[in-house]
T-cell receptor, first 115, second 111 residues
Framework: GDSVTQTEGPVTVSESESLIINCTYS????????LFWYVRYPGEGLQLLLK?????QKGSSRGFEATYNKETTSFHLQKASVQESDSAVYYC????????????FGQGTILKVYL | DPKIIQKPKYLVAVTGSEKILICEQY?????MYWYRQSAKKPLEFMFS???????DNQTASSRFQPQSSKKNHLDLQITALKPDDSATYFC??????????FGPGTRLTVL
């Protein structure tokens, strides 16, 4: 079945350090290359962080980047220098090839950035 | 102004009762969805609708019934509630095949 595995949290990093949150997924029913990262900041709702919906595209937003690797079925999230305001829960969510545009979510990775 | 409204924000129900979760979107989208997140579990897809027609149903139980009275509404009726139904229910919408936008959720507790 569909499954997504993310880096187990919480991930704790110091401000200005680099970050990578891993995401891998089962390839049987994922609609390449529709891949998304969502974020939930404290006290806020789930919002889209970045997306890749075209082959060869690199998603980027707010200093975050995500690179898609079809061979390893991975979609890791990276940032060169995190800020305290990046503290949030991050969700990897590829789109499954069902008829109804179903997003398959990972378990979420809690990121804590300290000064 | 919030673009996707879910009501109520919190809901407490007794086992065996019936509740309706409300979702309205003001983004002009044609597709709407329901997801559920139970404690310590990932967000889980439940239903998708396009132009008010059911496209996909990943919910095993018929106790969960979406209702679309208007293009921008997709309510969720839950009957014969059980404690295992306790979760946060999220409504989402999308233009077509692009990214989905999520509402703030309704946290349901079944006693």
């Amino acid at each position: 079945g569909d499954s997504v595995t993310q880096t187990e949290g919480p991930v704790t990093v110091s401000e200005s350090e680099s970050l990578i949150i891993n995401c891998t997924y089962s390839a049987t029913s994922i609609a390449y290359p529709n891949l998304f990262w969502y974020v939930r900041y404290p006290g806020e709702g789930l919002q889209l962080l970045l997306k890749v919906i075209t082959a060869g595209q690199k998603g980027s937003s707010r200093g975050f980047e995500a690179t898609y690797n079809k061979e390893t079925t991975s979609f890791h999230l990276q940032k060169a220098s995190v800020q305290e305001s990046d503290s949030a829960v991050y969700y990897c969510a590829p789109l499954a090839t069902s008829s109804g545009q179903k997003l398959v979510f990972g378990q979420g990775t809690i990121l804590k950035v300290y000064l | 102004d919030p673009k996707i409204i879910q009501k109520p924000k919190y809901l407490v129900a007794v086992t065996g009762s019936e509740k309706i979760l409300i979702c309205e979107q003001y983004l002009g989208h044609n597709a709407m969805y329901w997801y559920r997140q139970s404690a310590k579990k990932p967000l889980e897809f439940m239903f998708s609708y396009s132009y008010q027609k059911l496209m996909d149903n990943q919910t095993a139980s018929s106790r969960f019934q979406p209702q679309s009275s208007k293009k921008n509404h997709l309510d969720l009726q839950i009957t014969a509630l059980k404690p295992d139904d306790s979760a946060t229910y999220f409504c989402a919408s999308s233009p077509r095949t692009d990214e989905q936008y999520f509402g703030p959720g309704t946290r349901l507790t079944v006693l």
